[in-house]
């Protein structure tokens, strides 16, 4: 089959249409700054008839774009990550289970977000995720193409603080709440000093460092308390906020972790 038969790749389209490389050319597309008949197309072996209108956008550029860094609320049911992250009791990682990624699309974009910022499918590629969070809890999980973000979430995970909203049943035994903040142990090591507060009948403020698999159940369980539900919200210093749960938003450039 011929270009003629199939139309034309829109990586040669544009580089006879300049007239530059088709390198150059893949770049423009997949920059979002060519339009087919006014619609923007990133791909660049999409096929165009002859009679298509291709157009580059007046204020195409080839600089490098920064690689992206993208905040998810992740919903129960899904797996982020190493499944290794705060809470996960021990073989609670479900088969079969989607993955978290699958959830950054475009149409799950938090609206409102970066006014200005051209959403790319470029935008979904090599992510890397660092913030492992359970299969079966919800909350804040991060996915970056930035390896300087992926170094540092790599590298600190231990020692960035992590808040965590957990769901309880049962009846907290006497001096219960005293003991999730100082003296109990897991998997046979003391536990240092943890920021837990009542948040209202049923729901414990959790503030820690280095969380193990499994280590909040454990710890509720140790003082007559079952998790129901657990929902991270705030990684070091970047918070969940009014993120809906399953739609994602850009890191800005003056967010630190």
Same mark, same amino acid.
């Given at each position: ?6 139309? %034309? ?21 997949? /920059? /979002? ?9 990133? *791909? ?17 550029? *080839? ?12 919903? #129960? ?11 996960? #009791?021990? !073989? ?23 006014? !200005? ?14 913030? #492992? ?41 006497? &001096? !219960? ?6 003296? *109990?142990?897991?998997? !046979?090591?003391?536990? #240092? ?20 698999? /499994?280590?909040?159940?454990? %710890?509720?369980?140790?003082?007559? *308390? ?19 749960? &399953? ?11």
């Amino acid at each position: 089959m011929t270009d003629a038969d199939n139309g %034309m790749r829109l990586a040669k389209r544009l580089a006879a249409q300049l007239p530059c490389s088709r390198a150059m050319a893949e770049q423009y597309i997949e /920059g /979002g700054w060519v339009s087919v008949d006014g619609q923007c197309v990133e *791909l660049p072996g999409a096929r165009v008839a002859a009679h298509q209108r291709v157009e580059l956008a007046a204020d195409a550029s *080839l600089l490098a774009q920064p690689p992206i860094t993208l905040l998810l609320h992740k919903p #129960p049911g899904y797996e982020a990550g190493l499944g290794a992250g705060s809470g996960e #009791p021990q !073989g609670s990682r479900s088969q079969g289970a989607p993955q978290a990624l699958a959830l950054l699309q475009p149409a799950r974009h938090q609206a409102g977000d970066a006014p !200005g910022m051209r959403v790319l499918l470029r935008h979904f590629r090599a992510l890397e995720c660092f913030t #492992p969070l359970p299969t079966p809890a919800s909350g804040l999980v991060v996915y970056t193409q930035d390896r300087r973000i992926a170094r540092k979430l790599q590298e600190d995970i231990e020692t960035l603080e992590q808040e965590c909203i957990v769901e309880v049943s049962g009846q907290i035994a006497e &001096g !219960g709440l005293a003991r999730l903040c100082h003296g *109990l142990s897991f998997n !046979g090591r003391p536990l #240092p000093p943890i920021k837990v507060s009542w948040q209202s009948e049923n729901r414990l403020r959790f503030a820690l460092k280095g969380i193990r698999p /499994g280590q909040i159940p454990a %710890m509720c369980q140790e003082v007559g *308390l079952t998790v129901l539900a657990l929902r991270r919200i705030r990684l070091g210093r970047i918070p969940l906020a009014r993120l809906p749960e &399953g739609q994602w938003r850009y890191l800005q450039g003056w967010e630190r972790f």
